[in-house]
């Protein structure tokens, strides 16, 4: 009964490489993320969706191109992919915006470890 | 300026300490508050939302004071078990839900 989910958990791969992560949550919710979480632990937001409609936008590289095929899924797929791209990737979840008394909560998956090598 | 600054920490406390950490933001506009706990290598999960009024769960109290945009979280009687990183997270007034992160603060948590 897993809440956000996302595969794979552990991703190593070579410089230059295309890969995707994949999410998916059962919660209903309507807005989707994708944060990156560097060395420094620094936990910084790159994609947000909304019933699957871009929202938020952050000064990514086109590498990175998100996908929500509905509003349960937010897949993230890197080309290209650089020694920099090395990081923990959350995808997480939050209830629609301005409905809920926590608006804002977010509920965050495992994670996805990436090693570019 | 960072949006959200929280003390750099790290924080090492004998067990049964109070350990009190801050957390300032930038934008006065901001419209909800958060900590959230992380632990060594999982994903951050929500401590406690944070309200004006401030808001106590067991050990653990939540401030905010919107005039000088600081939130505080207290922890009393620290356990082995509250040793993790303290995120303090922002969230402004728009509909966007973009929250903001802190970069986080250590604590450990010592016999």
């Known amino acids: 009964d897993t809440a956000v989910s996302q595969t794979p958990k552990y991703l190593v791969t070579q410089m230059g490489n295309d890969k995707s992560i994949k999410c998916e949550q059962n919660l209903g919710h309507d807005t989707m993320y994708w944060y990156k979480q560097d060395s420094k632990k620094f936990l910084k937001i790159m994609f947000s969706?909304?019933?699957?409609?871009?929202?938020i936008n952050e000064t990514v590289p086109n590498r990175f191109s998100p996908k929500s095929p509905d509003k349960a899924h937010l897949n993230l797929h890197i080309n290209s992919l650089e020694l920099g791209d090395s990081a923990v990737y959350f995808c997480a979840s939050s209830p629609t915006w301005g409905r809920d008394a926590r608006t804002g909560e977010l509920f965050f998956g495992e994670g996805s470890r990436l090693t570019v090598l | 300026r960072k949006e959200v600054e929280q003390d750099p920490g790290p924080f090492n406390v004998p067990e049964g300490a109070t350990v009190a950490f801050n957390c300032t933001y930038s934008?006065?506009?901001?419209?909800?508050f958060f900590w959230y706990r992380q632990d060594c290598r999982k994903e951050p999960k929500l401590l406690m939302s944070v309200y004006s009024s401030g808001n106590e769960d067991g050990r653990f109290t939540a401030q905010l004071n919107r005039a000088s945009q600081y939130i505080s979280l207290l922890i009393r009687d620290s356990k082995l078990s509250d040793s993790a990183t303290y995120l303090c997270?922002?969230?402004?007034?728009?509909?966007?839900?973009?929250?903001?992160f802190g970069d986080g603060t250590t604590l450990t948590v010592k016999p």
């Open positions: 934008n006065s506009a901001s419209q909800s």
């Open positions: 969706y909304n019933n699957k409609e871009l929202i």
């Open positions: 997270v922002v969230n402004p007034a728009t509909n966007a839900g973009k929250s903001t």
